[in-house]
């Protein structure tokens, strides 16, 4: 993609999308000239000062929203800017869906927050 890049010379925001097969990463769709869904956690770290690493994914929002703070909070994984990592709602929407991001330091702290999060939702 690096080559693409520097052959196209895109200016503004847009993304690539990629899908994984035979582990490799094979690109499937180039999003040029417009804002695209990665953009409010890209947008999210810059506004926090954050590596941007994260991980955002879909569930099932199978409890309302105080009580994924619940479970956030138990676990000790809800967002916080001292650590610069943890667990944001991005959307939720009670029984129906849920939209959560998973912000750290390093890949290692993102991924470890997900199992702890994979209890709860069997997406992860």
């Keep these: 993609s690096q080559k693409l890049l520097n052959k196209i010379n895109p200016q503004g925001m847009g993304g690539f999308d990629f899908i994984i097969v035979n582990d490799e990463p094979v690109l499937i769709d180039i999003n040029l000239g ?3 869904g990665v953009h409010p956690f890209w947008s999210f770290c810059f506004k926090h000062n954050l590596p941007q690493i994260f991980h955002g994914f879909p569930v099932h929002a199978s409890c309302s929203l105080e009580g994924l703070f619940e479970v956030l909070k138990k676990e000790e994984i809800i967002f916080s800017i ?24 390093h890949l290692q702290e993102v991924q470890a927050i997900a199992d702890r999060l994979h209890i709860y939702f069997d997406c992860l």
Excluded at 82 to 105: H, L, Q, T
């Design 34 to 36: 417009r804002i695209t």
């Design 82 to 105: 001292d650590s610069k990592s943890g667990v944001v709602p991005f959307g939720w929407i009670p029984d129906e869906f849920g939209f959560v991001a998973i912000f750290g330091p």
